[in-house]
Structure formats: C-alpha cells, structure tokens
C-alpha cells in the first residue's frame, strides 16, 4: 500500500515558478514509477510528466516539456515537479500517482494523492 501526499500548490504569476510536491509512504517506493497530471475545470485529467523507478528515464507533455522537471529523492521517499515559465493554461488541480516500474501516460495508477490547487494569473 502507497499514500500520496501533494504539497506546493498555490497562486502564481504568469511567468512564475512553483515547486510541487509528492510524499510516500511505504517502503517500497524505489519500485514505483511516479508521475503528476492535472486536471483543469471541465476537462479531462492529463498526463504531465513521470519518472521511472530507477528515475533514469523522464518523460513530459509536449504542452509542459522544456518548462517542467520531475525528480525524486529516494532517502525522503518525494517526488518533485519543478514549474517554471508558468502560463494561465496551467491553472489545474495538479495529482500525484505511482504504479509499478514504468510511466504510462493513461490514468491507469495504482495510487492517486488528493491534489493540490495550481493557479496561475495572467
């Protein structure tokens, strides 16, 4: 069993920067790929980026590639999403979630944090 735990989110300028991030629990987090989406009102949740488990291998949306950095701290059991260049269109409850060795960009997680509120105004 994992427990996500998301922190960081808030209120930002266009253009700013903001640093999320994931906790987990349990003793098993170096085997688990980690990811974040997000979810903006009336839309579908969307992959944002995801590191592997050894964190050797991240990949990003093309919406998001260039301007945001995954990484992980194994001794701290975190996960990290490093926003930089934030625009309006990134406004969205931002979600982490882990499941077993690889990335995925569908939604198909084993476990999901509770989110955290990303607002960027312009």
């Known amino acids: 069993q994992v427990q996500l735990v998301e922190s960081g989110g808030g209120l930002v300028q266009a253009g700013g920067s903001l640093r999320l991030s994931c906790a987990a629990s349990g003793r098993t987090f170096s085997s688990y790929a980690m990811a974040w989406f997000r979810q903006a009102p009336g839309k579908e949740r969307e992959f944002v980026g995801g590191?592997?488990?050894?964190?050797?291998?991240?990949s990003y949306a093309d919406s998001v590639k260039g301007r945001f950095t995954i990484s992980r701290d194994y001794a701290k059991n975190t996960v990290f999403l490093q926003m930089n260049s934030l625009e309006p269109e990134d406004t969205a409850v931002y979600y982490c979630?882990?499941?077993?060795?690889?990335?995925?960009?569908?939604?198909?997680?084993?476990?999901w944090g509770q989110g955290t509120q990303v607002t960027v105004s312009s």
């Open positions: 590191i592997s488990w050894s964190g050797a291998i991240a």
């Open positions: 979630a882990a499941r077993k060795y690889v990335v995925v960009v569908t939604t198909n997680y084993d476990y």
